[in-house]
């Protein structure tokens, strides 16, 4: 009989646990799905031994409908890459996620492919091009395994991992461990690891805006932790509006 009871109070925190897990990545997807914003776009790389360099866009984001996002990248700075852009279409179900970066030296547009360690890194940042993907929970495992503060915040820890080795190529790491604020259930760090299982790079956020009922991280820190590169996104001049469907097509990247 003892037994018996230990086996159901262990169903039902498994249950429970389950629920709870649900609930935060539900909220926090209702949270960032923003259907159309626009926003001021930079990101800050700096070397170890501190030199600097900026990369300046301005950044478009449109849900085209409750399964796909997708995301627009303009660039004007520095000279080298004005008139880049960068197309993603992302979807949080059945899909296949696509980006297509735009060159204008040689008036070509490439397409990204992410078969392989997340389809390489963001313009010399410590962002891979697979970080900008907007993915389903449900696409990989998700493990609610414990509590930690971080950034001052009291959050659930979420260990997130791809169990094919297609889904780890794609996804870029061997798994990644998430930090969701418990009050909030913002997304607001996470820590990445290597397919040797070895941390490779850690990202926080720094400040957030409050847009009604969304929240948007304004200011991001991504650190890799092996050769201490550092890159941070900022996004400034934020707006909620209506923005065209032409934007976001590869015909618009030749603008």
């Given amino acids: 009989m003892k037994k018996l009871w230990i086996t159901l109070l262990l169903l039902i925190s498994m249950t429970l646990f389950g629920d709870n897990l649900d609930n935060i990545l539900n909220e926090f997807a209702n949270r960032i799905r923003i259907p159309n914003l626009y926003g001021k776009f930079s990101i800050t790389l ?7 360099r900026e990369i300046k866009a301005d950044a478009y984001q449109k849900m085209s409908d409750n ?3 997708n995301r627009l990248f303009l660039f004007s700075y520095p000279p080298s890459v004005r008139d880049t852009g960068f197309l993603i279409h992302s ?15 040689v008036k070509k547009i490439k397409r990204i492919s992410l ?5 390489g890194y963001f313009m010399g940042s410590d962002f891979s091009y697979s970080d900008f993907i907007s993915r389903s929970y449900s696409n990989y495992t998700q493990e609610l395994i414990g509590e930690e503060i971080i950034e001052n915040q ?5 260990k997130e991992y791809g169990t094919t080795l297609e889904e780890k190529n794609e996804l870029g790491y061997s798994y990644i461990i998430n930090y969701y604020n418990k009050q ?10 290597e397919l040797s299982g070895e941390l490779l790079k850690t990202y926080r956020v720094k400040k957030i805006k409050v847009l009604g009922e969304y929240i948007y991280p304004t200011e991001i820190v991504m650190e890799n932790q092996q050769n201490k590169h550092k890159s941070i996104i900022s996004v400034t001049d934020i707006e909620i509006k209506e923005l065209p469907d032409r934007y976001f097509t590869t015909r618009f990247l030749t603008r």
Wanted: proline share 2%.
């Fill in 91 to 105: 979807f949080y179900s059945e899909g296949e996620n696509k980006m297509w970066i735009y060159l204008p030296v």
């Fill in 154 to 158: 009291n959050c659930y820890v979420v």
């Fill in 115 to 119: 078969e392989n360690s997340g389809g």
């Fill in 67 to 69: 399964n796909q996002m």
């Fill in 184 to 193: 909030t259930s913002f997304l607001i760090g996470r820590d990445f690891y």
């Fill in 46 to 52: 700096i070397s170890k031994n501190g030199d600097k």
